[in-house]
């Protein structure tokens, strides 16, 4: 019963993966790895630095192509189909190394998600600005509208790149490590902020190495060690489990 | 977002040039026709190096495809002008295309050196074809009225600095900016990176192949040497950057600038002026490497101290 816990088990699948691997010359990141994601839940991802998470979420999203096994959204295969393309169906991600366009205003930053996203964006300039200011507003960055974006500091930047993939209007949004070097108020927040996401429908896979934040958000948590899956379920059982203790902190010696 | 007053200034300046002919003389118009030619090849340069951020030394290709598309049409198949300027276009536009989409695929410095490779290769290839007068040139029709020529530059920079306009405010220009601004993030958004990077190369072919077959009337000849000519490339560029890319007055204030500069040092010291202007290049890279706009705008907020500000960033 585990394996479903707070999923509603009627849910239709949103997103699948089978047995996808992916080898950097020789090197394994991900391993066979499998995995579905209902529609409307939270998934999180943890695993050590170098476990193969962000690779993974570079796949769904689209920059990096697979070696074996299939990618399915909405039960489509999506293992040829561009980035771009990926963001017109409804997938949208944050950087772990965030992308803001340095150049370009917040308002602006926000409106290019609104203009290309879903299904190929908002054709009008002035409703796509619209629908940017109310997710600027959502994040919490509404006093930084016309601010420059480069002239933003760590947590605004984090919640740039969320008003960013947002304004896209995705139906599954990739959450690559928002929270690193975010402090326990900031933390909060954004578990608060990514609630509130929730709450619309949106369907989201997080990676996170704030363990307290996957606790309270995730349905269901997925850990990747060396490329491969070793653990899922609900998130009290899998973070008490002792492969996942030992791929985080090693053995203990006897 | 742009204020209105200097929509309302580029309009009067727009028409004070146009009146040139009539109370200039034809000094004024000749330096005139050269000035307005080079502000729109600045200006074509702007749309895809201002915009997208990408390098291209390619567009004296297409310079030279328009000069030669309107010669070869005019003096071999006694086309009008009209007709010939069209011919140049539709081949540079088409050029565009077929070289953009392979090579637009390479990022930053290896895509302009991409581009530098097709300017010995096109004028190679037109010395060796019969039909454009090989490695002799062409001689077209003579037209004499220089009022006329000056005019069609004119509305031409006219045109071209108005789809810049169009441009800088749309949802086209947006997806420019953020290809320039981060190529993976636009793509993840769900920008069309290939399409939007192609057309802007050839939108930038268009005018700038237009330009070339103004210029090949009016000079009456064209050779593959001055119509190829890297050099010329390399003045777009100069211009545009040194006006501020990609702005929608900077390419022309920049190049009527440094044709004004240039005029004067080849009539007041000629042998060197090609020294003295290297050194105003020099000096303008140093002290406003984002181009005058720039300058500007930092201007009001921080006075002289602007200046200098720029060479501590760049740790000159």
């Keep these: 019963m585990n394996e479903v816990a707070n999923v509603a088990p009627q849910a239709k699948t949103i997103m699948e993966a089978r047995g996808i691997t992916k080898r950097f010359q020789g090197l394994v990141s991900v391993d066979k790895v499998s995995f579905s994601l209902a529609e409307n839940e939270i998934l999180g991802l943890i695993g050590p630095n170098g476990a193969g998470k962000t690779t993974l979420v570079n796949m769904i999203g689209g920059t990096l192509k697979p070696n074996e096994g299939d990618l399915l959204f909405e039960g489509e295969r999506i293992n040829d189909v561009s980035p771009y393309r990926r963001a017109h169906l409804g997938i949208a991600r944050t950087f772990q190394i965030m992308k803001p366009f340095p150049g370009m205003s917040v308002l602006e930053n926000v409106a290019v998600g609104a203009l290309f996203g879903r299904d190929g964006g908002e054709k009008s300039m002035a409703k796509a600005r619209e629908i940017a200011r109310e997710w600027i507003t959502f994040t919490g960055l509404g006093q930084r509208m016309d601010a420059h974006a480069d002239a933003l500091g760590g947590p605004d930047r984090k919640r740039l790149e969320f008003a960013k993939a947002l304004a896209m209007g995705p139906k599954l949004l990739l959450l690559d490590e928002v929270m690193a070097g975010l402090n326990h108020v900031e933390v909060d927040e954004m578990v608060e902020l990514i609630k509130k996401i929730r709450a619309r429908g949106v369907t989201l896979l997080v990676i996170e190495h704030v363990i307290k934040a996957i606790r309270s958000l995730s349905d269901r948590v997925m ?32 | ?66 000069t030669y598309g309107t010669a070869v049409a005019m003096t071999h198949f006694n086309l009008p002008f009209g007709v010939g300027l069209v011919v140049g276009a539709v081949v540079a536009m088409l050029c565009a295309a077929l070289v953009g989409i392979p090579i637009l695929r390479l990022r930053g410095p290896y895509f302009a050196i991409a581009t530098l490779g097709l300017n010995g290769a096109m004028a190679a290839i037109v010395s060796n074809l019969p039909i454009a007068g090989s490695n002799i040139g062409l001689v077209l029709p003579l037209m004499r009225g220089d009022a006329i020529f000056y ?85 777009m560029v100069i211009m545009c950057v040194f006006g501020g890319p990609g702005t929608v007055f900077g390419p022309v204030v920049g190049s009527f600038i440094l044709s004004a500069v240039y005029e004067v040092l080849a009539s007041e010291i000629s042998t060197a002026a090609v020294l003295f202007f290297g050194l105003v290049i020099v000096l303008a890279v140093v002290f406003t490497p984002k181009g005058l706009t720039d300058l500007m705008a930092g201007a009001r907020r921080s006075g002289w101290r602007y200046l200098f500000r720029n060479i501590r960033e760049n740790r000159l």
């Design chain 2, 151 to 235: 005019e069609l530059a004119l509305a031409l920079l006219v045109v071209c600095t108005l789809t810049v306009l169009w441009i800088s405010s749309s949802r086209y220009g947006m997806a420019l900016v953020a290809i320039r601004e981060d190529e993976d993030a636009a793509g993840s958004m769900g920008v069309n990176a290939t399409l939007y990077k192609v057309t802007a190369l050839v939108l930038s072919a268009l005018f700038t192949a237009i330009a070339g077959g103004i210029h090949a009337y009016w000079s009456t000849f064209v050779d593959p040497a001055s119509a190829f000519d890297t050099t010329l490339n390399v003045r």
């Design chain 1, 223 to 254: 850990v990747l060690h060396h490329g491969e899956r070793i653990a899922e379920g609900d998130p009290a059982l899998v973070l008490a489990d002792p492969r996942v203790v030992e791929a985080y902190l090693g053995k203990r010696r006897t």
């Design chain 2, 1 to 66: 977002m742009m204020g209105r007053w200097p929509l309302v200034l580029a309009v009067l300046v727009a028409i004070v040039l146009a009146g040139v002919p009539w109370f200039g003389n034809d000094v004024a118009v000749q330096f005139g026709i050269n000035a307005l030619l080079l502000a729109t090849l600045a200006q074509s340069w702007n749309i895809l190096g201002g915009f997208t951020g990408y390098v291209s030394f390619g567009n004296s290709v297409f310079y030279g495809l328009g």
